[in-house]
């Protein structure tokens, strides 16, 4: 199966602050997607996002399939938005997640 | 509009004894998919399904055993639960484009 990894591990952001998270993966996949963890453990789908850019809000993510990568942005943070983040890669019919970003918005 | 339900949501059960977990989707996906999230780690494929009675093995498969005699439904079985498979369990579906949704998970602890 392909690795992939998530950085970085932890992020603790002041409310209003920006960031930017990272999933490289090591080989070509037929699509990527990112999830939200909430802390009540529930997975919610963010962007499914195999290549191209989109926007969702305070929300948008790159995949750049050639360069094995994609990247989450996160604008004018939210408390609502602590949790872990986690990207997942599909190869043929597997999808391998990365460990995730656990993330952590101060008021 | 149900989507994707688990049964049940929390499970505790002793060290050998068969315990199995349920999921169901509204919404007639080809593909469903097993996982498992332990402490520190991502999800884990266990299982999937592209079809009905079309299975495969995921990444850690061992122990568990599922089948597929529905589109709708997808259960998991643990014959004979050890102290390792204390986790939670996550079923996903997904249709085309292959974009996966979650169902709740199953707090699964085996004493």
């Known amino acids: 199966g392909i690795q992939v990894e998530q950085s970085p591990p932890d992020l603790i952001l002041q409310e209003g602050a920006n960031s930017t998270l990272r999933c490289n993966f090591s080989?070509?996949?037929?699509?990527l997607q990112w999830f939200h963890q909430n802390p009540w453990g529930q997975l919610i789908n963010l962007f499914y996002?195999?290549?191209g850019t989109k926007q969702n809000g305070r929300l948008s993510a790159t995949t750049v399939a050639t360069e094995r990568y994609s990247l989450l942005y996160i604008s004018s943070s939210q408390t609502t938005d602590s949790g872990v983040y986690f990207c997942a890669a599909r190869n043929f019919n597997k999808f391998y997640f990365g460990s995730g970003t656990k993330l952590n918005v101060k008021p | 509009d149900a989507g994707i339900t688990q049964s049940p949501r929390y499970k505790i059960t002793e060290t050998g004894r068969q315990v199995t977990l349920m999921c169901h989707q509204t919404?007639?996906?080809?593909?469903m998919f097993w996982y498992r999230q332990d402490l520190g780690h991502g999800l884990r494929l266990i299982y999937y399904s592209a079809a009905a009675d079309i299975t495969d093995k995921g990444e850690v498969p061992d122990g568990y055993v599922v089948s597929r005699s529905k589109t709708e439904n997808f259960p998991l079985t643990l014959e004979s639960a050890t102290r390792s498979q204390t986790s939670v369990y996550f079923c996903?579906?997904?249709?085309?484009?292959?974009?996966?949704?979650f169902g709740p998970g199953t707090r699964l602890t085996v004493t």
């Open positions: 919404w007639s996906h080809s593909y």
């Open positions: 996002i195999p290549s």
């Open positions: 996903a579906s997904s249709g085309h484009p292959y974009e996966q949704y």
């Open positions: 080989d070509s996949v037929n699509n």
